[in-house]
């Protein structure tokens, strides 16, 4: 067959499923051939040009006139029929926020909502994650055994998103089902049954924002990220949209909770995996930033993002056409030799390791990246000073079928609450 641009897909490029067992498993290890052979190749399946190289990838992100994030939280399986009837019924209208806003107006907005992160406005609600922490911990903690996605990864996480916000905290199952219908939404391949489900999903929590945002509204007083937006809205109302709010309230629930409580659990799985590296760290706790930042480059929990040619423009040597799709798999980059030095290999002391493409890169890389780290430090800290002789347990790890966010749904670790060192020395 033949791609868009009038080039063969070669037979690995038609074969190519991001929701194929291989990439839901390694999406890095399931590129390492087009890596290798096709660094830019069109698929059919996905009717995306997919981007497999650390230096294509950065080129892309730089220029976001040419490739726009415009697309990046399109449903990337189009709606059936009646799942749009159910988001019509909801009044669904999900559009841009930051992330996929088009230039002049992404920078204007931004400008105007970065106060919320210096580093003295993060740093403020570290003893708040510390403490989150340390609970979660004292419930678990004589106990053995644990399954640490369920017990706190997201949860924790969940709580100090709310609490950055300014969103009052409601019903946290609720709004963790809600994250879950919107990355399938966004981001998976639900059969026509998941659609409608997923829809009704999607819409409740459109409406559930609306009406949190509306209450937030009423009480100006408050604080948070989410109350610097209504403020804005009210005195730059071009810049901070009315559509903008409301979209936003849905888009950064999931956005600054579901990355961080997933980039935890990554974290956890490979450092826990590698008993040598997690005993350096219980010896040495300055080490653990630059863990997490490695674990963040190997294994990390956006793996692909997406962005749309604006015109017809070259990338690694093949000509994507206007209109193009683009499916950047940062996750591959993160382990393309040509900018790592034994990509595949988890290395603690690696100096370039905050190079990787897990929080993206120019105009509109995550914002929250300082708040993520803080977050998986302070887990880090608690668990190495609390618990040092933790173990993973074999087990079989499962994944929540999508193309960009990436995580294990559970994580069962163990250990003996006799060995515990508080019990030892109190
Ligand atoms: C954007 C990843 C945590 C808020 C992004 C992007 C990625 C990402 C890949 C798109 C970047 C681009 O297009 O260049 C992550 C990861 C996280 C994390 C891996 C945790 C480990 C957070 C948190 C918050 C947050 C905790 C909120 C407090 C945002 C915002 C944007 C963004 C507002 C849009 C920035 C813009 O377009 O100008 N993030 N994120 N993120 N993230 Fe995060």
Request: proline share 7%; aromatic share 10%.
């Amino acid at each position: 067959s033949m791609a868009p641009n009038g080039c063969p897909v070669s037979p690995r490029a038609a074969a190519f499923d991001p929701f194929d067992r291989p990439y839901q498993l390694d999406p890095a290890e399931a590129l390492r051939w087009s890596r290798e052979q096709e660094p830019v190749f069109y698929s059919p399946r996905l009717g995306y040009w997919v981007v497999s190289r650390y230096d294509d990838i950065k080129a892309i992100f730089r220029d976001n006139l040419t490739f726009s994030p415009s697309i990046a939280l399109e449903k990337i399986t189009p709606a059936s029929d009646e799942a749009l009837a159910v988001l019509e019924r909801y009044d669904y209208g999900m559009n841009r926020t930051l992330v996929n806003e088009d230039e002049p107006a992404h920078m204007a907005r931004r400008r105007e909502l970065l106060d919320a992160f210096t580093p003295e406005a993060l740093e403020a609600h570290a003893p708040m994650v510390r403490r989150l922490v340390r609970e979660k911990l004292d419930a678990i903690i004589d106990r053995g055994r644990a399954d640490l996605v369920a017990e706190m990864f997201w949860e924790v996480p969940l709580t100090v998103a709310l609490h950055f916000l300014g969103v009052p905290e409601e019903d946290m199952e609720q709004l963790r089902r809600f994250s879950v219908a919107h990355t399938l939404n966004t981001w998976g391949r639900p059969s026509p049954e998941q659609q409608v489900e997923v829809a009704e999903g999607v819409g409740k929590f459109w409406q559930y924002s609306g009406e949190v945002l509306r209450k937030m509204q009423a009480r100006p007083e408050g604080h948070g990220w989410m109350y610097d937006m209504i403020e804005k809205n009210r005195h730059k109302p071009d810049i901070v949209t009315d559509n903008y709010l409301h979209s936003m309230m849905m888009a950064i629930i999931v956005a600054a909770h579901e990355t961080t409580a997933l980039a935890t659990a990554n974290a956890f799985r490979q450092l826990l995996s590698r008993p040598a590296v997690w005993a350096d760290l219980c010896d040495n706790p300055a080490l653990i930033p630059a863990a997490a930042e490695e674990c963040l480059r190997h294994s990390g929990s956006v793996v692909a993002w997406r962005r749309i040619a604006t015109r017809e423009v070259e990338v690694g040597g093949v000509t994507i056409p206007e209109g193009g799709r683009i499916l950047m798999v940062t996750a591959s980059g993160n382990h393309d030799p040509a900018h790592f030095e034994n990509p595949d290999e988890l290395d603690i002391y690696r100096d370039n390791a905050v190079d990787h493409l897990t929080f993206g890169y120019g105009s509109h890389q995550c914002m929250g990246k300082n708040l993520g780290r803080m977050e998986m430090r302070i887990f880090l800290e608690e668990f190495t000073r609390r618990l040092p002789h933790l173990e993973l347990e074999e087990q079989e790890f499962t994944f929540l079928p999508n193309t960009s966010f990436r995580g294990p749904e559970a994580l069962w670790v163990r250990w003996d609450p006799v060995q515990n060192p508080e019990r030892r020395d109190p």
